[in-house]
């Protein structure tokens, strides 16, 4: 019965290489979050979707690709893995658009050697 | 770009005693928000207070907000083992999208 869910939770790869982090909720809540946190623990907002459109897209590079299924699912696909790609990143989920409370996914930990 | 700077980093305590923790935020914000994230982890959400509010309480939990000074505190009071964990407080802006920024975190042993 786990509220928001990624996998998957360990990722190790070789530069280069293109990967996918799957996330899944089942709150029922309407806007997904994808977050980066690096290895000083400092949490930043990468994409958001509201109801499979994307509402916040900050500066992020474009091997970076969000997409939205259907509300429930918000995957993260990278393209061309790189060493400063390696980070956790964190799937979150809240109840609508501006939805104050934010519901957080586990985390993916990934390392690109 | 950062919007939270939180004191201190890191804080150890013995159960039972009161933790303080600091965040001080630049823009104006709609509200702002404490989150725990306990080792490898992800982030629970504690308290919220919104921007028209000075003061907040949950459980063990204390939150005050001054926007004049742009800072807020959380303060747990009676810490037990199990409140080791880093803590964020994060803040929402009044651009309605949900964005949220965090500050970097402080981390808060409590020794048995």
């Keep these: 019965d786990?509220?928001?869910?990624?996998?998957?939770?360990?990722?190790?790869?070789?530069?280069?290489?293109?990967?996918?982090?799957?996330?899944?909720?089942?709150?029922?809540?309407?806007?997904?979050?994808?977050?980066?946190?690096?290895?000083?623990?400092f949490l930043k907002i990468m994409f958001s979707y509201n109801n499979k459109e994307l509402i916040i897209n900050e500066t992020v590079p474009n091997r970076f690709s969000p997409k939205s299924p259907d509300k429930?699912?918000?995957?993260?696909?990278?393209?061309?893995?790189?060493?400063?790609?390696?980070?956790?990143?964190?799937?979150a989920s809240s109840q609508a658009v501006g939805g104050e409370t934010q519901y957080f996914g586990p985390g993916t930990r990934l390392l690109v050697l | 770009s950062q919007q939270g700077e939180e004191d201190p980093q890191a804080l150890s305590i013995q159960e039972g005693e009161n933790a303080t923790m600091n965040c001080s935020y630049k823009t104006s914000i709609n509200n702002l928000q404490w989150y725990r994230q306990n080792s490898g982890r992800g982030l629970v959400h504690l308290i919220l207070i919104r921007s028209n509010e000075r003061e907040k309480h949950s459980g063990r939990l204390r939150v005050t907000l001054d926007t004049s000074k742009k800072s807020s505190s959380l303060l747990i009071t009676a810490s037990r083992a199990a409140d080791t964990a880093s803590y964020f407080c994060a803040t929402g802006g009044s651009s309605n999208t949900g964005k949220l920024i965090f500050g970097q975190g402080t981390t808060l042993q409590v020794k048995p």
């Excluded at chain 1, 429930?72 to 799937?91: K, M, P, Q, R, T």
């Design chain 1, 2 to 41: 786990t509220a928001v869910s990624q996998t998957p939770k360990y990722l190790v790869t070789q530069m280069g290489n293109d990967k996918s982090i799957k996330c899944e909720q089942n709150l029922g809540h309407d806007t997904m979050y994808w977050y980066k946190q690096d290895s000083k623990k």
């Design chain 1, 72 to 91: 429930a699912h918000l995957n993260l696909h990278i393209n061309s893995l790189e060493l400063g790609d390696s980070a956790v990143y964190f799937c």
